[in-house]
């Protein structure tokens, strides 16, 4: 089955351009000029797989989509706009964004980058469940099953947050650096920028941490990256 991809622009020319590029690459597409259109789309029920999403939108722009969409699906966003300040891209993570692609771009980046966030969906090591607080619920991390769970109730996390958290844990209590997390769970090599690691840690900190403002259990290991310290 081909891969489904949601791309939320308007720009008709752009949309159009890159729907029909994107199909060539093998995606099954559909394209939506409004965030209130491709909401209910996702809402609806429809299969997305991965979501291009444009920022500067009329009417619902893209920071607030990602937000409303994230409890909806949790599908791979890749965030394609003009907007390079460092703090819309940081802004536009932490609303729940998996990449960020900046205008003009090119179609083999933005391909390659959809293919690295496919393949992230893809079950990572390790394949047993892994008790990572005995203390709060227990929490309890099952790579397998694809599932993170405080006692009985689920925790809600984004496929790369899971596959970053699985990286983590295979196994808990070794530092992993910002260039090797890149290149494990974004696929990132000579493009990649840290801030996507330092934004998804912090998302991944206020799911399973206690306190995220004094972490236990990811800790920042200064000069060196982050480790899991299973509890």
Do not use: N
């Not at 029909?20 to 029920?45: C, F, R």
């Not at 047993?128 to 694809?146: I, K, M």
């Amino acid at each position: 089955m081909a891969p489904r991809l949601l791309i939320l622009d308007d720009d008709d020319g752009i949309r159009t351009a890159l729907s029909l590029a994107m199909e060539d690459d093998g995606y099954d597409v559909t394209a939506w000029p409004s965030a209130e259109e491709a909401l209910a789309h996702v809402a609806s029920g429809a299969p997305v797989d991965v979501m291009v999403v444009d920022l500067m939108l009329g009417g619902i722009d893209g920071f607030t989509f990602i937000r409303r969409v994230r409890p909806l699906s949790d599908a791979p966003v890749i965030v394609l706009s003009a907007r390079q300040d460092k703090g819309d891209i940081v802004a536009a993570l932490e609303a729940g964004a998996d990449d960020y692609v900046t205008k003009p771009f090119d179609l083999a980046e933005l391909s390659a980058r959809l293919r690295a966030l496919r393949r992230r969906l893809e079950v990572a090591q390790p394949s047993s469940e892994v008790v990572l607080d005995r203390e709060q619920g227990p929490l309890v991390l099952d790579p397998a099953a694809g599932t993170l769970r405080r006692g009985t109730e689920a925790v809600h996390l984004t496929a790369t947050e899971f596959r970053l958290l699985c990286e983590l844990a295979s196994p808990p209590g070794r530092v992993l650096s910002r260039p090797v997390l890149l290149q494990r769970v974004w696929d990132h090599g000579f493009f990649g920028d840290e801030r996507l690691v330092d934004v998804h840690i912090r998302r991944l900190r206020t799911k399973v941490e206690p306190d995220p403002s004094t972490p236990r259990l990811v800790a920042t290991v200064r000069g060196l990256g982050y480790r899991l310290d299973v509890r």
